[in-house]
Nanobody, 115 residues
Framework: QVQFVESGGGLVQPGGSLRLSCAASGFTFSRVAMSWYRQVPGKERELVAGITAAGGSTYADSVKGRFTIARDNGKKTVYLQMNSLKPEDTAVYYC?????????WGKGTLVTVSS
């Protein structure tokens, strides 16, 4: 059974940093591209960053230069390092994969950027 467990969310002041983690299980992690999405109530879920199985990464324009996605295949974990956080980064952040097993979402972790 494919599962994702996100962690690392919380309350942070503008300009601060957080690191999100997504621990995966139930599939061959190293073979699958991983992504982080976020969603604000009333809005569509949007792609924040993605990383291929080979380690190539892509970012939404709104987070380029501030966020970094990384993966540790030995730990079956994908990370999202978020720096210079802004109030508009406030959202629930979700881990997502679309691979040979189909597609699957984590339950999300809330990030609140506020003073």
């Amino acid at each position: 059974q494919v599962q994702f467990v996100e962690s690392g969310g919380g309350l942070v002041q503008p300009g601060g940093s957080l690191r999100l983690s997504c621990a995966a299980s139930g599939f061959t992690f190293s073979r699958v591209a991983m992504s982080w999405y976020r969603q604000v109530p009333g809005k569509e879920r949007e792609l924040v960053a993605g990383i291929t199985a080979a380690g190539g990464s892509t970012y939404a324009d709104s987070v380029k230069g501030r966020f970094t996605i990384a993966r540790d295949n030995g730990k079956k974990t994908v990370y999202l390092q978020m720096n210079s956080l802004k109030p508009e980064d406030t959202a629930v952040y979700y881990c997502y994969a679309n691979g040979y097993f189909g597609s699957s979402w984590g339950k999300g972790t809330l990030v609140t950027v506020s003073s």
